[in-house]
Each structure stands twice: as structure tokens, then as C-alpha cells.
């Protein structure tokens, strides 16, 4: 047969097209594949964002009530309470579940995701941990849930919960799971304003009530230092429990203030009040000052939990003035009433009433 210029030439760019489909097709068939449980809330946008960026495909599961991150994600809808048909005969390579915490709902996911998904990141908190009287470790005894079936969310419950969910999860992936313990998650997106209270107070100037004293350490992590550490135990599949926090003593309550006002510019005054005063004055509801705790007491060593096993692992965390300076411009974006009415921290009126009664207090 003959053949023109023309057509070996066209023949030849649709082998080359052929090529580039199937070395294209072979591409995506190896891209990975990411599902998280939730997606949408904190920690989710912020895994999805890093998740993108490393080449995964990346499915989210929820209800459906907060637009997914980026135009590349998969949204499947249902529920952790038993509405998981969606999730039904899928596979993933891996599973991050951000929004375990009723035991057993946390066991209907693992159970059938397991055999269809290749490893899994629970996220925890280290609030699973029995005791905060001393520093705990990742081998640190764990509360235990009096009731499996509870599904009531209290202070009392909470750590209990989670140590559970942790459980039924190993049981159900074994060596091809990781147990994430994050203390308090801050940063961009942070709906919990636990600790954007303090930068945005800071910023406000006046005398400020502080609890405590300057040199009571703290502990958080900062949200896209977590979402990194927990994508890289998710790329590298390790088994294990691992607490994500700063390191023991390299945060303290004066310290966050100084940056505050230091990236503010504010003129702030910071008055700092006994915990035992606080705890005369205040109710229990109102002792409302995380990210720090009493440093006597039941909660003594809260603020000191060790990082022995993340630190090899990977685990960093960025300078303070960087999680504060991106956290005071995050909130400047947001709506109005939202600036307005933080969700933590003390009121102006009850910053106000505190102050006055320590400075009228009669000298030891």
C-alpha cells in the first residue's frame, strides 16, 4: 500500500498520540488515592491542600453541608452514624478519619473500609490519655469508656471515646494504621478560636488578663505542621501512636502574648493572676483559657506531654510568629460577627470584672 508524505506523517502523530494516551492512562492509574472521613471542617482542607500538591486523588466523605476543597476532590455523601452506603464497594490506598468519635460508629467505618483500603490515619487527641498529673508519653496509660455504646460527648467521655475509637481501628487495620494524638490544632480555619483568643486580644491593647504566670508552658500545633506530618505517615505507611504537639517547655503563655504583640504593634499590658485567684472568682465554665492549664493539680503535666516518637518520625514545628501572624490575618477575613463574638476566651466584660477584683485584692 502505498503512502504519502501526508499520511506517514499523520500516521505517525497518532502513534505518538497513542503513546502519550497510554503512558497518560498508565499515569493516572497509578496516582494515589486518598479518602478522608470529613474533608471539609479544619484539619480537611488543609490535608486536601497539601494532599493535591503531592500528586493524590482525594475523596471526601460527609454530609454534604460545607463545599468541598478544590475543584479535583470527590465528594461522596453520607453519615458516620450508619449511612455509609456510598463508601460500599471502593477502594482507596489509604484513609484519613478526622471524624471518629463515637466508638461504635468509629468500628462500622473501620470495619468496612479495611479490606478495601490499604492503610489508615486515625486522628486522636491526647486527651485519650488516664491522667494529666505528670507528663504523659505515647505508652502512657489510657481512660477507659464505662460504656461502649456511649455515644454522649462530655469533658468526662471525650478521652475514653477516643482511646476506644483508637482501638477498634487497630484492630481492624493492624500494622497498616497509625494513632495521630494532637493537643490543641491551631491556625488558619480554627473554629474552636481556643487559641486565636490570645493574638486577637493582644492585638485589641489595654491591660490583659493572663492566667497564671509568663513562664507556664503551653502546647499546640499548628494545623499545616500536623496535616504535613500525618500526609508523610501516610506516604511512608507507618505503624504506630504518635503525639503531635510543640516540644515539652518551647511555648509559654508569655511568650504567645510577646508575639502577639509583636506582630500586632499593639501597646499591651499584660496582668497575670493566680491560677488559685481564677479558680476562687471563677466558675468552672468560666475558666475559659486554653490553650493553657493549671499547672498544680489534676492537670499538672497537660502542658508537658512528650514527642519522644514523632520528632524521628518527622514531626516540626513552624516559629510561633508565623502560626500567629497567619492566624491574626485569617481572622480579618472573616465575617463580622465572627470577629465579633469569639467562641473562647474571656468577654470584655468578664475580662473586666476579673481585672478590677485582682487589682482591688488586699496584699498577702
Not at 12 to 32: M, S
Not at 122 to 143: L, Q, T, V
Amino acid at each position: 500500500m502505498d503512502m504519502t508524505r501526508r499520511s506517514i506523517l499523520k500516521t505517525a502523530a497518532g502513534t505518538a498520540l497513542a503513546i502519550a494516551a497510554g503512558r497518560l492512562a498508565a499515569g493516572e492509574q497509578k496516582q494515589k488515592t486518598l479518602l478522608i472521613l470529613g474533608g471539609t471542617g479544619f484539619i480537611g482542607p488543609h490535608l486536601t491542600k497539601q494532599a493535591l500538591a503531592r500528586g493524590w486523588k482525594v475523596t471526601h466523605f460527609n454530609r454534604g453541608k460545607h463545599d468541598s476543597e478544590g475543584e479535583n476532590v470527590e465528594t461522596l455523601l453520607g453519615d458516620r452514624k450508619g449511612q455509609l452506603d456510598s463508601l460500599k464497594g471502593r477502594n482507596w490506598d489509604a484513609v484519613v478519619d478526622n471524624t471518629g468519635y463515637i466508638p461504635k460508629y468509629e468500628k462500622m467505618s473501620a470495619d468496612l473500609l479495611a479490606p478495601n483500603t490499604g492503610y489508615c490515619l486515625y486522628i486522636s487527641s491526647i486527651s485519650a490519655y488516664a491522667s494529666f498529673e505528670k507528663p504523659n508519653d505515647e505508652s502512657s496509660p489510657r481512660g477507659v469508656l464505662a460504656n461502649i455504646d456511649e455515644e454522649q460527648i462530655t469533658n468526662d467521655s471525650y478521652g475514653p471515646m477516643k482511646a476506644l475509637c483508637e482501638d477498634y481501628v487497630r484492630q481492624a487495620y493492624g500494622l497498616r494504621s497509625s494513632i495521630v494524638r494532637p493537643g490543641y490544632i491551631v491556625g488558619p480555619l480554627d473554629p474552636t478560636d481556643r487559641f486565636t483568643y490570645w493574638p486577637v486580644r493582644a492585638a485589641r491593647g489595654g491591660e490583659m488578663a493572663m492566667p497564671g504566670t509568663s513562664a507556664d508552658p503551653i502546647q499546640i500545633i499548628d494545623v499545616r505542621d500536623l496535616t504535613r506530618f500525618m500526609l508523610d505517615l501516610v506516604e511512608r505507611r507507618v505503624d504506630g501512636f504518635f503525639n503531635a504537639v510543640t516540644p515539652p517547655g518551647s511555648i509559654t503563655m508569655g511568650a504567645l502574648v510577646d508575639s502577639s504583640k509583636r506582630i500586632s504593634g499593639a501597646d499591651t499590658h499584660a496582668t497575670w493572676i493566680d491560677e488559685d485567684f481564677l479558680a476562687s472568682v471563677l466558675k468552672p465554665e468560666e475558666m475559659n483559657f486554653a490553650p493553657w492549664g493549671p499547672m498544680r493539680g489534676i492537670e499538672a503535666g497537660a502542658s508537658l506531654t512528650g514527642i519522644k516518637l514523632s520528632v524521628p518520625q518527622g514531626l516540626t514545628s513552624r516559629p510561633l510568629d508565623d502560626t500567629v501572624r497567619d492566624t491574626l490575618a485569617w481572622h480579618a477575613t472573616r465575617p463580622a460577627e465572627k470577629q465579633a463574638q469569639l467562641r473562647s476566651g474571656l468577654s470584655v466584660e468578664m475580662e473586666t470584672k476579673l481585672l478590677a477584683a485582682w487589682n482591688a485584692r488586699k496584699p498577702a
